[in-house]
């Protein structure tokens, strides 16, 4: 079976980002680049308040944003989004009449290195394409003929930045870094924005044996100019946002160098975005409960930060099926949620949470001791506190167990979610040249009222996809 995920999270087109850093002062130029298209609809950013900190991700006024294959040509990228209004996959275009078929729709990218990165704020859509280099086809004739469009176009292929408006229009390059010129170089990748800024880490790879040497510093782009100052560095990776502080964690291991290595605490830090100063948060030290004899404890209780908005600090207490809201600074605890499961010796229990718009979508996997078989269940708790409810509803059932949805973003009580699988026949070549029957699996995406969720309802919106994206 041939299963084709397309996750609408990021990019279609790229190898994973592997972290996050620094260049040096002249590891970035300002708006240069890809066209001399009229400036975005940013606000005028000079003296402007910069407002709170905003986490960056493909989310934004109900749609996400993506990048797919052209079916009409696959030497073209084609930006879309799901839009929760219209429940349809849309191309990134403004123009009037436009068919979306060839290289004059504004939607459509030459394809001449792999985008890392889609994110949106306030009606902007920016494209981090992580590190330089052509992508290699293995055709010495399409390769040579890539290279020579992109020096043609663009010049050296460098880490860069694009934005354009949320219908697509006023593309232009924002930023690029000319000392991430091809991939071995380093990563770049975006965690945040305000009314001014961007806020995006570089790690340059000095020695690619040991990455220990490499250099990294966080940097604020500006985001009607480009301009780029460093504002820390040694950043890594943040976590989550809130007011006008960044914070990332601290670990204190005990262990170390040994097969039974664990956290023992966690320091939380705050970056000052106006400062690039420092400061500590919350620190605490973790606790575990029992653990089998591999090694596996049973549960915990810990620090983690929500994916998705990314705005919160939380505690989960894995031994007692409980998530409490912290406020970074003071440790103060602002809500609690209760009713998740919980670990027992014999069992692990793990949580990943989410942050929606008004709830943590937590997705829970139990899985006892010397077993391979896990139970996943999805639970929706109220960020405000309260006690959780289980969403019954699976995107896949076996006779092996069930994977419940994945809940992606909330907009106006729905939720867009992973609802289902697809799967076709197809064929393809083997090794030897022979054609073979195999199967297809697409995945369906969905909106979902809040209620229809909490009450087990499959009340399914489903998109309807735009026919000239590959997937």
């Known amino acids: 079976m041939n299963k084709r995920i397309v996750w609408p999270v990021a990019a279609l087109l790229a190898a994973a980002l592997a972290g996050c850093g620094a260049a040096g002062a002249n590891g970035a130029a300002a708006g240069t680049g890809e066209t001399a298209a009229a400036p975005t609809a940013a606000p005028e950013t000079a003296g402007a308040p910069a407002g709170s900190l905003r986490w960056l991700d493909e989310y934004d006024a109900g749609r996400c944003y993506m990048v797919g294959w052209s079916e009409q040509d696959n030497a073209y990228a084609v930006a879309a989004a799901y839009d929760y209004a219209a429940a349809a996959v849309q191309p990134l275009c403004s123009l009037p009449g436009c068919a979306h078929d060839s290289p004059g729709c504004e939607a459509w990218r030459r394809i001449t290195m792999g985008v890392g990165q889609v994110a949106a704020d306030g009606g902007e859509v920016f494209f981090c394409y992580s590190s330089g280099g052509l992508l290699n086809s293995g055709d010495a004739a399409a390769d040579a003929e ?12 460098v880490a860069h930045i694009d934005v354009c408006r949320a219908d697509g229009s006023g593309r232009r390059r924002l930023v690029e870094f000319p000392a991430l010129e091809d991939s071995e170089a380093g990563t770049l990748q975006m965690w945040a924005a305000d009314d001014r800024s961007l806020y995006v880490t570089v790690r340059l790879t000095n020695d690619p044996a040991d990455s220990g040497d490499d250099t ?24 989550f ?26 320091q939380v830090r705050r970056l000052d975005a106006d400062t690039g100063a420092w400061s500590d948060g919350v620190h605490h030290e973790n606790s575990w409960g029992p653990a089998s004899p591999q090694g596996l404890s049973s549960g915990g209780c810990y620090l983690t930060a929500a994916g998705g908005g990314a705005r919160s600090l939380l505690r989960a207490d894995t031994m007692n099926g409980t998530l409490e809201v912290l406020d ?57 506190g309260g006690a959780a409810q289980e969403v019954k509803l699976y995107q896949y059932v076996s006779a092996r167990g069930a994977d419940p949805i994945y809940l992606y973003d909330e907009w106006n009580g729905r939720l867009f979610c992973h609802a289902a699988y697809r799967e ?14 195999t199967s297809d699996i697409e995945d369906i995406y969905a909106l979902l009222p809040v209620e229809s969720a909490l009450a087990g309802a499959d009340d399914y919106t489903y998109f309807t996809n735009w026919p000239g994206l590959a997937r």
């Open 216 to 239: 990294r510093a966080l940097y604020a782009v500006d985001r009607r100019s480009g301009a780029c100052t460093e504002l820390a560095p040694n950043v890594d990776t943040p976590v």
């Open 146 to 157: 890539l290279a020579a469009w992109q020096a043609e176009h663009e010049g050296a292929p």
């Open 424 to 437: 076709t026949p197809a064929t393809m070549l083997g090794k030897d040249g022979v054609p073979y029957a």
């Open 241 to 266: 946002v809130s007011g006008r502080g960044l914070y990332l964690f601290e670990y204190e291991l005990e262990g170390e160098g040994t097969a039974d290595v664990r956290d023992k605490g966690v």
């Open 328 to 384: 970074p600074d003071s440790g103060e605890t602002l809500a609690t949620v209760t009713g998740l499961p919980a670990a027992a010796e014999g069992t692990h229990v793990d949580w990943q949470c989410r942050e929606l718009e008004n709830w943590y979508a937590v997705q829970s996997f139990e899985l006892p001791w010397g077993s391979s078989e896990g139970v996943e269940r999805l639970f929706l708790a109220p960020r405000t």
